[in-house]
């Protein structure tokens, strides 16, 4: 795969990132992509997969923690809207970390690099992990 567009921006204060860059990828047609940030969130909930019970544990990080580290991709699900895969590093202000998928979090700082592709995509289907076409 070759690397079709760049895109280089700040997210707004206050914006949910995981919506926004939804709706960034909606508005600018991105099918496939990666996606890295850094900067600071808000009242951010964050997640972990268990397997043995098949869904997502949830954490609500409820104070302002530096965004270490942010990496994803987007896809688009049944092929019809966007999604954001996007795994975090929050550091708090006693210089403990936690980390997971990311399921909501406002933004007080976000400088956003996506990489957007051409060629063969993964694309999200329902209940599954990826299918590529």
């Not at 795969?1 to 709706?23: C, H, Q, S, T, W």
């Not at 923690?65 to 996007?86: D, R």
């Given at each position: ?26 508005e600018n047609d991105v099918r496939c992509a990666s996606v890295m ?18 869904r997502y544990l949830k954490e609500e990080v409820r104070e302002q ?42 933004v007080f700082v976000a400088e956003v690099i996506i990489h957007e ?17």
């Open positions: 795969m070759k690397i079709k567009n760049a895109y280089v921006f700040r997210v707004p204060e206050g914006k949910d990132l995981v919506e926004y860059l939804e709706n960034f990828a909606r940030a850094i900067g600071a969130l808000k009242n951010a909930k964050i997640g972990y997969f268990s397997v043995e019970e098949g923690c530096e965004l270490l580290s942010a990496m994803g991709n987007i896809s688009w699900k049944e092929g019809v809207e966007p999604f954001l895969h996007m795994h975090v590093v929050l550091g708090r202000n006693d210089f403990s970390v936690i980390g997971g998928h990311l399921i909501r979090g406002e592709y051409d060629g063969r995509c993964p694309r999200r289907k329902f209940g599954s992990l990826y299918l590529w076409e």
